[in-house]
């Protein structure tokens, strides 16, 4: 499995770098990598699906438990037959649908195989945090490909809102994920799954994840960035939203369903949302003429669909899941296609401008008559498997079954609505219709034709598609009489409420000139669409109202800032909590006393000097003066370290400093006096922490380890140890800063020698003019 989704990555970069040379032919290439992988799960099918699960490690810091494990059991095995199968397809039919594309063809096929590598990822992965990281992978490759060249306003505003959306609720997602994995004391999905958590915690996570994979399966209220993505090419609406990325929040929803589903909250938050989305995609496509967006927003209704079924968390539902899942995945990946075929070869996707394509182009009509009978729910394709046990599901008795049976049924008559609304506005010869079709050539019609087939097969099949669905819906429990798929199971409730579903899709169908009517007239109370642009205004406002008024452009107001809330935060804490001592000795030696009345007279020279120069100079003297007193004090490795800080403190600012002005623009008396007031809160602050500090004489527990691991690193002085062995990586940090400075300082003495000059330590405004007569720093005094 690691060889697989590395094989991803080789091949998305062998994608970028042949791409100007192969043109078209890298997409190609590019599908080698799902193709493999396809392949290697469809070998490994019988033995996963007779319980031998598959595992994988990548460790990379054991000692610290980060590792990324890989699972292939039933649900991982069909997620990934679909986004490596239909992905392997859909980049076969991308060499004709880019032939005559030039530009920005090594990006999209890159980015299209990284796409299909961070899916498999997703589903493969057995650690909540993996699997997290997949997720928003895949929301950047989504970003990536929506946008694609990012030339146009629609293009750009469409990635933005899709990244927005799924982002912001996959911040959601990772707290409930944390949640989760903190209430279960694992992060593993499969020992998550053995032992589910309970109680609140388990709860709220709950909640949160399902928001996470409500925005990324586009239900509502969050479904409107799916039909903005439709500006994105024909290959990639067929791949990430109908196949793949609408796929993962769906996944997310089967895969933890039989651990969660028994968490008060998510059967009744699946089942309204689920019904919900459905109803509102099934309506809203009967009111689209463009043929992307009717198949986009039949995908919101179908994920709906997916949801309540793969959330319910009975062996009947996820099996019906499980069969739409599949059913959904290759009749509506067959269907974009057949729009792209169409746009490419009659110059226009609006139902109202097409006609006798139908007479064009047989083959292309029976090809999406077949993906279309499987939408349809009718037999004997896999659709109809699906919808019968759909239906099955709902008709057994339980508390709230009969609510979500009359959704499901209302759902489906919508889409056998909208399905005859894409045949008829398709392929139906009118006479007002301006657009005619010309041949679709067989690049394009075999692989379009291979999914819609596939579609046929697994209905004609149920036996292997219920092999295939059962890897999931066995976790969950039976109930009563397991349920099998089957083409005939004798007239009963599902089959009459699917002949129901067509007869009333059809009148609905029939009667589309009164439905148009009745969408105008529709009041729009709750508009998703216009509620989010109304939140991203609202944000950007705030931002720009609170980088105004925090980003003043002036360092003294920074450090104002933040000196106040390091005084007040840990100050006042400092003085609940630990309080000062009271036996404080002045000093003990004279010698002391006198430094550190030094000290105290230079730190009011540096406050009371106008000369910034001048101010440094003595601001160095005091540090000095504090090395002193550590010198006094015994401590005459420290004062050593002090001297040297404080000498590169003094070389930075004094080459600094001859960039700016010499002196300083007074300020207002007001201003003054709120400087002065928080100078002094952080000199108290600092000498009450010293104080408590010094105090302190409680053994620390830090040093009782450093002593006693000592020996064992091999070092006799304790101090070389900790420096060298305990805390490496910080002493490493603070070389680099040494270095760092170093390099700095001795930038700024070469570019003086180069310049031919000694650096100027007097008056800046004084000296030779370079630039055209500018003098840098004098535009605008600093304040």
């Not at 292939?72 to 880019?98: C, E, K, Q, S």
């Not at 992307?292 to 709906?304: E, P």
């Not at 349920?483 to 004798?490: I, V």
């Not at 400075?741 to 020698?753: E, K």
Request: glycine share 10%; with cysteine.
């Amino acid at each position: 499995m690691t060889v697989l989704l590395a094989l991803h990555v080789l091949a998305a970069a062998a994608c970028a770098a042949l791409a100007r040379r192969w043109g078209p032919k890298t997409l190609a290439l590019g599908a080698l990598a799902p193709a493999s992988a396809f392949v290697w799960l469809l070998a490994a099918a019988p033995g996963v699906l007779d319980g031998a699960e598959r595992h994988e490690s990548w460790t990379w810091a054991p000692a610290l438990g980060l590792e990324v494990p890989l699972r292939l059991d039933g649900l991982a095995l069909l997620l990934g037959l679909i986004v490596t199968g239909v992905g392997a397809v859909v980049l076969g039919y991308a060499v004709y649908y880019f032939a005559h594309r030039e530009h920005g063809l090594g990006r999209v096929s890159s980015v299209l195989v990284l796409f299909a590598g961070a899916m498999l990822a997703l589903v493969l992965a057995d650690h909540l945090l993996a699997l997290y990281v997949a997720w928003e992978l895949t929301t950047v490759c989504s970003f990536l490909l929506i946008g694609d060249a990012g030339r146009s306003r629609p293009e750009r505003t469409a990635a933005l809102r899709a990244l927005l959306v799924t982002t912001g609720a996959g911040f959601a997602l990772l707290l409930g994920l944390l949640l989760l994995g903190d209430a279960a004391g694992t992060y593993r999905i499969s020992e998550l799954l053995a032992r589910p958590p309970h109680g609140a915690q388990a709860t709220a996570a709950a909640v949160l994840v399902l928001v996470g994979a409500f925005a990324k399966s586009a239900q509502i209220p969050f479904h409107p960035w799916l039909p903005d993505a439709m500006v994105a090419p024909t290959p990639i609406s067929a791949y990430l939203h109908a196949a793949a990325m609408v796929k993962a929040g769906v996944y997310l929803v089967a895969r933890l369903s039989p651990a969660l589903a028994e968490i008060p909250p998510w059967q009744p938050l699946v089942w309204a949302v689920g019904v919900a989305t459905m109803l509102l995609g099934g309506w809203r496509a009967l009111a689209q003429t463009d043929l992307k967006r009717l198949l986009a927003f039949g995908t919101i209704a179908q994920l709906g669909f997916l949801v309540v079924l793969l959330g319910a968390g009975t062996r009947t539902a996820a099996l019906a899941g499980a069969t739409m899942l599949c059913a959904h995945a290759l009749f509506k990946s067959t269907l974009f296609l057949v729009v792209g075929i169409i746009d490419h070869e009659a110059g226009s996707r609006d139902l109202r401008e097409l006609g006798g394509v139908g007479r064009d182009s047989p083959a292309l009509a029976a090809v999406a008559a077949l993906a279309c009978l499987s939408m349809a729910g009718l037999p004997p394709t896999v659709g109809y498997l699906g919808k019968e046990a759909a239906f099955e599901a709902f008709v057994e008795p339980g508390p709230g079954h009969g609510w979500v049976l009359a959704g499901l049924v209302t759902g489906s008559a919508l889409t056998v609505a909208y399905t005859l609304r894409f045949l008829w506005g398709a392929f139906a010869d009118r006479a007002d219709a301006p657009h005619r079709m010309r041949h679709a050539p067989v690049s394009s019609l075999a692989p379009t034709a291979l999914l819609a087939v596939s579609g046929l097969a697994l209905g004609v099949v149920p036996a292997a598609t219920e092999a295939l669905a059962l890897g999931h819906a066995a976790s969950h429990p039976a109930g009563g009489e397991p349920y099998h798929l089957a083409l005939w199971h004798g007239v009963g409730p599902p089959l009459l409420l699917s002949l129901l579903t067509l007869v009333a899709g059809t009148v609905l169908h029939l009667a589309r000139g009164p439905l148009a009517a009745a969408h105008g007239r529709t009041p729009r109370l709750l508009d998703a669409q216009e509620t989010q642009n109304r939140l991203a205004v609202a944000t950007a406002a705030t931002a720009r109202a609170l980088t105004t008024h925090t980003q003043v452009g002036s360092l003294p107001t920074y450090l104002l800032v933040i000196l106040a809330v390091v005084t007040l935060g840990p100050g006042l804490l400092l003085a609940a909590e630990v309080g000062v001592p009271v036996d404080v000795r002045p000093w003990d030696t004279p010698v002391q006393a006198v430094v550190g009345a030094g000290v105290l007279a230079g730190t009011a020279g540096v406050v009371a000097l106008g000369d910034r120069l001048v101010g440094v100079v003595v601001l160095s003297a005091v540090g000095y003066l504090v090395a002193g007193l550590f010198a006094v004090h015994g401590a005459v490795d420290l004062a050593m370290a002090q001297v040297l800080v404080e000498t590169l403190t003094l070389l930075v600012f004094v080459f600094v400093l001859r960039r700016m002005p010499r002196g300083t623009r007074p300020s207002p008396t007001l201003l003054r006096a709120v400087r002065a007031v928080a100078a002094a809160l952080v000199g108290v602050f600092a000498a009450a922490v010293t104080l408590a500090v010094s105090a302190r004489h409680v053994p620390s527990r830090s040093a009782e380890g450093y002593f006693r691991e000592a020996p064992h690193a091999g070092g006799p002085n304790i101090i070389n140890v900790i420096l060298t062995e305990f805390r490496a990586l910080d002493t490493l940090g603070e070389i680099t800063v040494l270095a760092v400075a170093s390099t700095g300082v001795a930038s700024l003495v070469l570019a003086s020698s180069r310049m031919g000059s000694a650096p100027r330590f007097g008056r800046g405004r004084d000296g030779p003019r370079r630039n055209g007569g500018h003098r840098p720093g004098t535009a605008k005094e600093v304040r």
